[in-house]
């Protein structure tokens, strides 16, 4: 599974309505979530998870998900986390749990100073 380009959340948000999408808001600025991209890539980077970053958006892979923070047009902070395809009921629910935990572990970690 390759990387969901951070540019990808948009199309990302339009699907959240199927089962391979979960978006979840965070209770961040657009320059608090900006100052953040830099050390949660760090953070990621180090536990050997692939990442790509953009001015607004860092996207990190991790397992069978992949997991886009940014910064939306209304402002709002959006953390988008898409799921390989052909997962069933069981283990989509287990991808969820593991991708929510490492998502809150990495953030974090950036809020730490990565």
């Known amino acids: ?67 886009v923070y940014q910064v939306q047009e209304d402002g709002r902070v959006a953390l988008g986390i898409v799921f390989a395809p052909g997962l069933d009921a069981q283990e989509l629910e287990r991808q969820r749990a593991l991708a929510k935990a490492k998502g809150d572990e990495l953030l974090a970690c950036a809020r730490g100073g990565g």
């Open 1 to 67: 599974m390759s990387l969901v380009s951070p540019g990808l959340l948009a199309a990302a948000l339009l699907l959240a309505g199927c089962s391979g999408v979960t978006v979840n808001y965070l209770p961040l600025s657009p320059n608090e979530a900006r100052a953040l991209w830099g050390p949660l890539a760090s953070c990621a980077r180090r536990q050997g998870l692939p990442t790509e970053e953009s001015a607004d958006a860092v996207s990190v892979g991790f397992d069978q998900s992949h997991m």
